[in-house]
Nanobody, 126 residues
Framework: QVQLVESGGGLVQPGGSLRLSCVVS????????IGWFRQAPGKEREGVSC????????HYADAVKGRFTISRDNAKNTVYLQMNNLKPEDTAVYYC???????????????????WGQGTQVTVSS
């Protein structure tokens, strides 16, 4: 059974940093992609960043470029999202998700992702 478990969310002041982790288990494929998404109250879920296990090339939404960094540790089946210079508009529930087919490398379309974690709350407020 595939499981994705996020951790690392919390309350942080504007300008602060957080690092989210996503541990993936229960799979056998070697090539897949992990994406980070977020959903704020009253808004649609949006893609934040993604990375594949093959080339490790990161992809980012324009709203987070230069502030967020995605990385992976294949040996630990873990993907990280380092979030710096956080802004109040970054407040949302953050989810990680797995794309097992990777038909469109670098896609941040939630429909490409099949398995999802339970989410972790990130609140940016003074």
């Amino acid at each position: 059974q595939v499981q994705l478990v996020e951790s690392g969310g919390g309350l942080v002041q504007p300008g602060g940093s957080l690092r989210l982790s996503c541990v993936v288990s229960g799979f056998t494929l070697e090539y897949y992609a992990i994406g980070w998404f977020r959903q704020a109250p009253g808004k649609e879920r949006e893609g934040v960043s993604c990375i594949s296990t093959s080339d490790g090339r990161p992809h980012y939404a324009d709203a987070v470029k230069g502030r967020f960094t995605i990385s992976r540790d294949n040996a630990k089946n873990t993907v990280y999202l380092q979030m710096n210079n956080l802004k109040p508009e970054d407040t949302a529930v953050y989810y990680c998700a797995a794309d097992w087919l990777v038909l469109v490398p670098g896609s941040l379309d939630p429909d490409q992702y099949v398995d999802w974690g339970q989410g972790t709350q990130v609140t940016v407020s003074s």
